[in-house]
């Protein structure tokens, strides 16, 4: 189902910075998660965020976190082609490691 | 470099056979998890382990899917029969979780078993 929801397609140009964004629905996740994917591959874990916090930056990415309105963030700084991907959010909807996760946005990279 | 392996990468079968995906989860994990992913569905969790106890499998069609852990070292996802709106990508990933609602929920996905039924 989609507790989670992003938005499907995303275009950006080389250099510049993409932001994704995430819904969510359970306000007792834990933590929340960003998954990349890039073709033929399985998802790939690029960061997470614990749910007292607000912000957390890893180099090049961002996330941001908003619970009152459960809203969820990636941005990617210089975007470069290797970025180019589908990008998952998921939250945690029970206390077994269990992942709920959206239905991915497709981010294209143009030189 | 410790990675969820799975078996086999592609698998072409036809409609009525049995089909058994393996996956051997990162060692010391404690939490397995199958997913399958399509086009039109988006990535679904079938089923998940904790300890080799299955937790949840209300997401696997029970008529001809299951799901077993003969040890710590081996899940299996089996069809039978199959059908051709069995044909996804089947996932696998495993992680570690301590304790109830006190860790992070990290899975580490394997490359995918691409299944197609004809």
């Known amino acids: 189902g989609e507790d989670v929801e992003q938005s499907l397609f995303l275009s950006v140009r080389e250099g510049d910075s993409s932001v994704i964004n995430c819904t969510y629905t359970?306000?007792?996740?834990?933590?929340l998660y960003w998954y990349k994917q890039e073709p033929g591959a399985g998802l790939q874990l690029l960061t997470y965020i614990f749910s007292n916090m607000d912000m957390k930056q890893d180099q090049r990415l961002t996330v941001l976190l908003n619970k009152k309105d459960k809203h969820l963030s990636l941005r990617i700084a210089d975007t470069q082609t290797g970025d180019s991907a589908i990008y998952f959010c998921a939250e945690t909807p029970d206390s077994w490691g269990k992942l709920q996760f959206g239905a991915g946005t497709q981010v294209v990279v143009t030189p | 470099d410790a990675r969820v392996t799975q078996t086999p990468r592609h698998k072409v079968t036809e409609m009525g056979q049995e089909v058994t995906m393996r996956c051997q989860p990162i060692l010391g994990h404690n939490t397995v998890f199958w997913y399958r992913q399509t086009m039109m569905q988006g990535l679904e969790l079938l089923a998940y382990?904790?300890?080799?106890?299955?937790?949840?499998d209300s997401g696997m069609p029970k008529d001809r899917f299951s799901a077993e852990m003969p040890d710590a070292t081996l899940a299996t996802l089996k069809i039978q029969p199959s059908e051709p709106r069995d044909s996804a990508v089947y996932f696998c990933?495993?992680?570690?979780?301590?304790?109830?609602?006190?860790?992070?929920?990290?899975?580490?996905f394997g490359p995918g078993t691409r299944l197609t039924v004809t």
């Open positions: 359970d306000s007792s996740s834990t933590y």
């Open positions: 382990f904790r300890n080799r106890a299955p937790l949840d």
């Open positions: 990933a495993s992680g570690l979780v301590i304790f109830r609602g006190a860790e992070s929920s990290e899975q580490y």
